[in-house]
């Protein structure tokens, strides 16, 4: 099972973290991504990282701004978002891969999490 956390509310500029909770089965050798679809938009890679932590990818328009990270011994992902957009509001999602690289591909994961509303005002 997957639970993404963390969402909210803030003004353009400001930051969140978004926490992912997972069962150590679906978690520790798995690649594990975030994906977020806006209202009448498809769903949409945003960022991925291996099982290990040693390759991370990001979609373009958050490179820079977002950084994703994993405690495998918590068996806990994260998403810190810094300088947030309106254009980043959106529902989140957590996924786990099928194998132990990230992709960039919807496809490519097989669980998914109930997402977190993530909003952000100008």
């Known amino acids: 099972q997957l639970q993404a956390f963390g969402g909210g509310l803030v003004q353009a500029g400001g930051s969140l973290r978004l926490s992912c909770a997972a069962s150590?089965?679906?978690?520790?050798?798995?690649?594990m991504g975030w994906f977020r679809q806006a209202p009448g938009k498809d769903r949409e890679f945003v960022a991925g990282i291996n099982w290990n932590g040693d390759g991370s990818y990001y979609r373009d328009s958050v490179k820079g701004r977002f950084t994703i990270s994993r405690d495998n011994a918590m068996n806990m992902l994260y998403l810190q978002m810094n300088s947030l957009k309106p254009e980043d509001t959106a529902v989140y999602h957590c996924?786990?891969?099928?194998?132990?690289?990230?992709?960039?591909?919807?496809?490519?994961?097989?669980?998914w999490g109930q997402g977190t509303q993530v909003t952000v005002s100008s």
């Open positions: 150590r089965r679906m978690f520790s050798n798995n690649g």
């Open positions: 996924a786990a891969a099928r194998g132990a690289i990230a992709s960039m591909t919807a496809n490519m994961y097989n669980y």
